[in-house]
């Protein structure tokens, strides 16, 4: 079965960075496209960055961009996101995912179990 399993959240101060992993199983990976979402507090789900099968084409949402980095170790069936700068509104769990394609990264059949990101001094 699909399994995806985050790890590396934690507390930072601002202006801090983090890098989260997700591992991957029952699926092949190399060929999917993945992305990472968050809920923060009180709100919803939003997606953050997605990434192609190769790594060629990544999308970031307007919040994160220049500030979060997303790669793949496709041999190591794992996903990436490193978290620099960060804002306090950046806390949030934070889930990867499996959406249909890298247009539409608000929309998954799979998501992990989050891994909670807390920025504050």
């Known amino acids: 079965q699909v399994q995806l399993v985050e790890s590396g959240g934690g507390l930072v101060q601002p202006g801090g960075s983090l890098t989260l992993s997700c591992a991957a199983s029952?699926?092949?990976?190399?060929?999917?496209?993945m992305s990472w979402v968050r809920q923060a507090p009180g709100k919803g789900l939003e997606w953050v960055a997605g990434?192609?099968?190769?790594?060629?084409?990544?999308r970031y949402s307007l919040g994160v961009k220049g500030r979060f980095t997303i790669s793949r170790d496709n041999g190591r069936n794992t996903l990436y996101l490193q978290l620099t700068s960060l804002k306090p509104e950046d806390t949030a769990v934070y889930y990867c995912?499996?959406?249909?394609?890298?247009?539409?990264?608000?929309?998954?059949?799979?998501r992990g179990q989050g891994t909670q990101v807390t920025v504050s001094s």
């Open positions: 990434i192609t099968p190769y790594g060629t084409n990544k």
């Open positions: 995912a499996r959406p249909p394609s890298i247009t539409k990264l608000d929309e998954y059949d799979y």
């Open positions: 029952g699926f092949t990976f190399g060929n999917t496209v």
